[in-house]
């Protein structure tokens, strides 16, 4: 199975700031890496897909790149409505696996 | 516009049985790759396998496989999860997700969940 990992698994910020979340793949991936967002009590939501392209709807601020076996996530600056957490998850190969998630709350 | 709909809340007792639906409406269903995700209670996401679109062929995590069944009715455009053997550790919300653009794509509808709790 291909592993997922993600750093950091929480970090605070204030509105406006720039954050970024990174994910590791255990091999090759490829570009088949998506990003999620949850809220506390929430289905998750996809936000990025093909490691870099945004969903319909999912504003600008929100960003990935993809360096190899590594991909970020990176909001540009930080608004009030995205305190969630964040999946990354690989759909190279089944089982496709998550990252473990990253919390991103209030500083 | 694809909209999911999953069936409500069990309780169950350890060692038996528990089978979720999630009814779509809109869209061309029998086109969809159709995924579910649990989420114990505190913790991450986690792939229990899904089917893909036209053949509806199965695939399942292998700490599932012998205790999972994905199925999808493509006349009432309803998928179904069921879980056997079901333990304490079980216990989670269950999200049935589909991906309109195929089984590798990522899954931009979900349902909006069901928590099953096992406890005796």
């Known amino acids: 199975d291909i592993q997922m990992t993600q750093s950091p698994s929480s970090l605070s910020g204030s509105v406006g700031e720039r954050v970024t979340i990174t994910c590791r793949a255990s091999?090759?991936?490829?570009?088949?890496l998506n990003w999620y967002q949850q809220k506390p009590g929430e289905a998750p939501k996809l936000l990025i897909y093909?490691?870099?392209t945004l969903h319909s709807g999912v504003p600008s601020r929100f960003s990935g790149r993809e360096s190899g076996t590594d991909f970020t996530l990176t909001i540009s600056s930080l608004q009030p409505e995205d305190f969630a957490s964040y999946f990354c998850?690989?759909?190279?190969?089944?089982?496709?696996?998550f990252g473990p998630g990253t919390k991103v709350d209030i500083k | 516009q694809v909209h999911l709909v999953q069936s409500g809340a069990e309780v169950k007792k350890p060692g038996s049985s528990v089978k979720v639906s999630c009814k779509a409406s809109?869209?061309?269903?029998?086109?969809?790759?159709i995924t579910w995700v649990r989420q114990a209670p505190g913790q991450g996401l986690e792939w229990m396998g899904g089917?893909?679109?036209?053949?509806?062929?199965?695939h399942s995590a292998q700490q599932f496989q012998d205790r999972v069944t994905f199925s999808a009715d493509d006349f009432t455009t309803t998928a179904y999860m069921e879980l056997n053997s079901l333990t304490a550790d079980d216990t989670a919300i269950y999200y049935c997700?589909?991906?309109?653009?195929?089984?590798?794509?990522?899954?931009?509808?979900w349902g909006q969940g069901t928590t099953v709790t096992v406890s005796s």
């Open positions: 089917v893909v679109p036209i053949f509806r062929t199965p």
């Open positions: 809109g869209g061309a269903f029998n086109n969809y790759a």
């Open positions: 093909g490691a870099s």
């Open positions: 091999q090759n991936i490829r570009n088949d």
């Open positions: 997700a589909i991906q309109t653009s195929g089984w590798f794509s990522g899954m931009d509808v």
């Open positions: 998850q690989q759909t190279y190969s089944v089982p496709f696996t």
